[in-house]
């Protein structure tokens, strides 16, 4: 039987015949294949879709068929409007401008605030490319290739190549049967999450030379200055905090890139216990229990101070840093 909720977005589809389909600003691998693996099995189904991504389709994701189609902006009407990925209107951008209330709302995030007519939010979902491919299923709608290919770079680049706490074997399954559908999973894994440029090596050099330590929290910082001197590119962190949870004995990290001398994006990572979604709400951003991050205004070092404070704070509530001095 099929679940009602999965019912009613079929039911919009089913009715429908040109869609738009958004994700959130920065988008990363599940944004950017929720928004095209849903996209292109509306069309191998006969429906018409505008595919919209207000900040792009970042360089790793490029090579995916589909990728030049992604635009920056919508030209309405459409039948209904796809939010995917998205935590909150906010995230989505201007491209929703015109859409008070969205229709449908697919994500995975625990702080998704439910802000569509239909909202579909699975917490232990591994990916929202995941619950797209349910749907899909669920209404026999055919999943070319191309399209199979997207959804499983959702589900490799948000669980890190299925290696997140979260991992279940539902999302592994899912992995199997997109693989047989054509994509390349060897090929995908090395361009979505391991090919990095130079530039960004050194990048994360600089980074890496901030790294501080208390007890089990860790942290670094990405200023304008190492991203000019490197050569970078982008106004992300190449991924560096990623790498930092493989420092042993880290329960929480923290990157911090300047974006301006008066705005810093902070991301969290913390293990299973700590969860950092809290307070990267009370620093007006969001995410997962233990992947999280917000944009705060204030100069670097004294968003810094402050958010090192909070968080310290979540880890003694969460019985860590009782007595150990501070390194
Ligand atoms: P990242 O640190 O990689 O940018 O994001 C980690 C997680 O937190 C992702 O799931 C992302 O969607 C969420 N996130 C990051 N920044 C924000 C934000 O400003 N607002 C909200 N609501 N979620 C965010
Ligand atoms: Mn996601």
Redesign the pocket.
Known sequence: MTDPTVRAILDVIGRGSRFLLVS???P?G??VGSVLGLGLSLEAAGKSVAMVLEDGVPVNFRQLTGADRIDGRSEGPFDAVFVL????L??AGAALDEYHQPHINIDH?P?NDGFAAINMVIESACSTTEMIYDVLRAGDIPIPPEAAEALLTGLVT?TIGFQTPNISAKAIRTAADLMELGPDLSRLYRTALIEKSFEAYRYWGAGLMSLRRENGLVWASLTLDDRRQAGYGGR??ADL?NQLSAIKGSMVRI?FIELSDSEV?????SQPGYDV?GV??SF?????RT?????VAGALEDVRRRVVEATRELMGAAGELAESPIR
């Not at 994006?265 to 990572?269: A, M």
Request: glycine letters at 16%; a negative charge.
């Open positions: 959130h600003l920065r990363d599940d944004a990925d998205c935590s909150d906010m995230r995030h702080t948000d992300d962190d905090v990157i994006k902070v991301s969290w990572r979604s990267a709400g007006g951003g969001g995410g997962h992947a999280a991050g917000a944009t």
